[in-house]
């Protein structure tokens, strides 16, 4: 797996997280809030990272 690809897949995982939690009635939403910030936050690094390495994600 080439460095491309292993961001991509792990921005695709991100997409889901949030997803999952904007989808999860068990959670309030303080706690929904709290965690989508901090998958935000992952996420930004992740494309920061793939600036760094100049590589264009897809699922950006």
Known sequence: M???EDL???LQKVKLAMQEVIEDI???DQEKRSIIY????F???IISKS?????E???A
């Open 2 to 4: 080439n460095h491309r």
């Open 8 to 10: 991509e897949i792990k």
């Open 26 to 28: 068990y959670i309030t």
């Open 38 to 41: 901090k998958l935000i936050d």
């Open 43 to 45: 996420k930004e690094e």
């Open 51 to 55: 600036i760094e390495l100049n590589i």
């Open 57 to 59: 994600l897809e699922a």
